[in-house]
């Protein structure tokens, strides 16, 4: 048997290692994304919930929707099987002339756009800006949006490079420093919005001076160049030669362009979720920056708990598929989501239950702790369905086959967008934040349940966990009690609240794990579980 974690017990003969590395890479994630929600806490304690804070999140979002929408799906997931298979024959300078024309490629598309969207600044500007109370707050969003945006839009160029040479680590086993690298983007993002405070004072609003302009551009910029750097020298000091290859494409690099066209059309939808979210998100003071700073709290506990998981198993994904072994796919696909139900469910309910409280915790100056916790609870509820949809569309990669994620990703994305539109428009203020979540869990929950219909049609084997409804039912109950306790005692001092959070969070974990210890015994992946492991077209299982 292959490194792969399975279904079946676990032996001498069940290696583990996917399991080593996935604990490996969560605990260096874990830091690093502690570090990373430091720079968005940062961020939104010095610029505040406010319509500097939208102004200054949505401008640098910019390079992320353009990344997305032209080059994120060629460049992530999709090259992970690639690279495997080349470094599985030992074709160590196949892979790298196809990363080097890859490079190529990015560089040259990514910087005409760059440099399109630098004399379309003020229009893009005023997109962003659509929504503003009146007319001299949008002229001077549109004003201050417009410098951002001239610095910012370069950055797409800096992702292409860090994503290919983050996939080739990936591909060679290797996740440190692409784990790490968040790191160096909030260290240079603080900073910089320590220097802007004491250049602007507390309380600052949109009319600033070039200065104060100057050290907001330059500090998101030198940070993103931070997060591309780590795991590009990283791939540089293990031998990979990794330089941008202008020419007319080979052969390997056609054939992975043309797989590829798929893949962008899936990260459409993350644009089209991301872009829907900035324009309506403007229409409420500090909108903007409590989506963003709700989406980057969810992706920490992402990052940990399921990212490590989707990262580690997909290189025997890839094996699998190429061996024709439907069995030992659905086995790894199945292992991958029921780990996850286990630690994310649980988080995700906590998230949601504890969300104001939370907030009223960590709030400090001009940020508005109820913005934040409209926009977490609800961003929080689609925390599974979103990682179960990225292992699905990693799976469907592992197969060969990147349409079927792309086409259900973006009528999903558009479904989500269109609730996002509607419901927001329908109400005010908070709720219309907490609007922007739901869409974007409508968005995943859909994808998740059609992508892994489909797989299961495929495979004829059934992916359900096991531990699904087991984990949801007392991490629903014990989010129940931990809002009850909250809301009842509800202190006033931050040192009490936190407290109590976290008298709750050790009260809830130790509750939950005892009930877990109960709850596993008898399903496929326990040492004394008796349950079939895997049936082919088995009718009482979904999926």
């Given at each position: 048997?292959?490194?792969?974690?399975?279904?079946?017990?676990?032996?001498?003969?069940?290696?583990?290692?996917?399991?080593?590395?996935?604990?490996?890479?969560?605990?260096?994630?874990?830091?690093?994304?502690?570090?990373?929600?430091?720079?968005?806490?940062?961020?939104?304690?010095?610029?505040?919930?406010?319509?500097?804070?939208?102004?200054?999140?949505?401008?640098?979002?910019?390079?992320?929707?353009?990344?997305?929408?032209?080059?994120?799906?060629?460049?992530?997931?999709?090259?992970?099987?690639?690279?495997?298979?080349?470094?599985?024959?030992?074709?160590?300078?196949?892979?790298?002339?196809?990363?080097?024309?890859?490079?190529?490629?990015?560089?040259?598309?990514?910087?005409?756009?760059?440099?399109?969207?630098?004399?379309?600044?003020?229009?893009?500007?005023?997109?962003?800006?659509?929504g503003a109370p009146d007319a001299a707050t949008e002229a001077q969003q549109i004003s201050l949006s417009t410098f951002l945006l001239r610095f910012f839009v370069f950055q797409v160029i800096l992702y292409g490079v860090g994503t290919v040479s983050t996939a080739v680590l990936y591909a060679k086993r290797r996740t440190f420093a692409a784990s790490a690298a968040p790191i160096a983007n909030t260290v240079a993002v603080v900073i910089a919005m320590l220097v802007f405070r004491a250049l602007a004072g507390g309380n600052p609003g949109l009319d600033l001076t070039n200065t104060e302009r100057l050290v907001l551009a330059l500090g998101g910029t030198i940070g993103v160049l931070g997060f591309v750097c780590v795991p590009t020298i990283a791939l540089a000091r293990t031998g990979f030669r990794f330089r941008p290859r202008i020419g007319r494409p080979d052969k390997a690099l056609r054939e992975l362009l043309g797989h590829s066209t798929w893949a962008i059309l899936q990260h459409c939808g993350i644009g089209?979720?991301?872009?829907?979210?900035?324009?309506?998100?403007?229409?409420?003071?500090?909108?903007?920056?409590?989506?963003?700073?709700?989406?980057?709290?969810?992706?920490?506990?992402?990052?940990?708990?399921?990212?490590?998981?989707?990262?580690?198993?997909?290189?025997?994904?890839?094996?699998?598929?190429?061996?024709?072994?439907?069995?030992?796919?659905?086995?790894?696909?199945?292992?991958?989501?029921?780990?996850?139900?286990?630690?994310?469910?649980?988080?995700?309910?906590?998230?949601?239950?504890?969300?104001?409280?939370?907030?009223?915790?960590?709030?400090?100056?001009?940020?508005?702790?109820?913005?934040?916790?409209?926009?977490?609870?609800?961003?929080?509820?689609?925390?599974?369905?979103?990682?179960?949809?990225?292992?699905?569309?990693?799976?469907?990669?592992?197969?060969?086959?990147?349409?079927?994620?792309?086409?259900?990703?973006?009528?999903?994305?558009?479904?989500?967008?269109?609730?996002?539109?509607?419901?927001?428009?329908?109400?005010?203020?908070?709720?219309?934040?907490?609007?922007?979540?739901?869409?974007?869990?409508?968005?995943?929950?859909?994808?998740?349940?059609?992508?892994?219909?489909?797989?299961?049609?495929?495979?004829?084997?059934?992916?359900?966990?096991?531990?699904?409804?087991?984990?949801?039912?007392?991490?629903?109950?014990?989010?129940?009690?931990?809002?009850?306790?909250?809301?009842?005692?509800?202190?006033?001092?931050?040192?009490?609240?936190?407290?109590?959070?976290?008298?709750?969070?050790?009260?809830?974990?130790?509750?939950?794990?005892?009930?877990?210890?109960?709850?596993?015994?008898?399903?496929?992946?326990?040492?004394?579980?008796?349950?079939?492991?895997?049936?082919?077209?088995?009718?009482?299982?979904?999926?």
């Open positions: 048997m292959s490194g792969r974690a399975s279904m079946e017990p676990m032996t001498s003969e069940t290696p583990a290692r996917p399991t080593r590395n996935a604990a490996l890479m969560g605990a260096v994630t874990f830091g690093s994304r502690g570090i990373g929600f430091v720079r968005i806490w940062v961020v939104a304690t010095v610029l505040g919930t406010t319509f500097l804070g939208n102004t200054y999140q949505g401008s640098s979002s910019v390079s992320n929707i353009l990344f997305e929408l032209l080059a994120a799906g060629a460049l992530s997931a999709v090259l992970v099987p690639t690279f495997v298979k080349l470094f599985d024959n030992s074709d160590d300078e196949g892979a790298e002339r196809l990363a080097s024309g890859l490079l190529g490629i990015a560089l040259v598309v990514l910087g005409a756009v760059a440099v399109c969207a630098f004399f379309l600044a003020p229009w893009i500007a005023e997109l962003l800006s659509s089209i979720l991301l872009a829907t979210a900035m324009v309506m998100g403007n229409r409420v003071a500090g909108g903007v920056i409590a989506y963003q700073f709700a989406f980057v709290a969810i992706m920490a506990p992402y990052a940990i708990l399921a990212m490590p998981i989707h990262t580690t198993i997909l290189p025997d994904l890839t094996t699998d598929a190429l061996r024709g072994d439907d069995r030992a796919f659905a086995s790894t696909v199945r292992w991958a989501l029921d780990s996850m139900a286990i630690f994310v469910i649980p988080v995700s309910a906590a998230m949601v239950a504890l969300a104001l409280p939370a907030m009223r915790a960590i709030a400090v100056g001009d940020t508005n702790p109820t913005v934040l916790a409209a926009a977490l609870a609800s961003l929080s509820l689609g925390l599974y369905p979103y990682s179960a949809f990225l292992l699905f569309a990693r799976a469907s990669y592992a197969r060969g086959d990147s349409r079927t994620p792309a086409i259900v990703a973006v009528l999903t994305a558009i479904v989500g967008a269109t609730v996002m539109v509607l419901v927001g428009s329908s109400v005010e203020g908070n709720a219309r934040v907490a609007a922007l979540g739901i869409g974007h869990t409508v968005a995943y929950v859909l994808g998740a349940a059609v992508l892994g219909i489909l797989l299961r049609r495929r495979l004829g084997y059934a992916c359900w966990p096991p531990s699904l409804l087991k984990a949801f039912v007392p991490s629903v109950i014990l989010a129940c009690a931990g809002w009850w306790v909250t809301h009842t005692f509800a202190p006033e001092e931050r040192g009490a609240t936190i407290l109590m959070l976290v008298l709750i969070g050790a009260v809830g974990t130790a509750c939950y794990l005892g009930v877990l210890r109960i709850i596993r015994a008898g399903t496929p992946d326990h040492p004394g579980g008796t349950t079939p492991i895997l049936t082919p077209e088995d009718p009482t299982v979904s999926l």
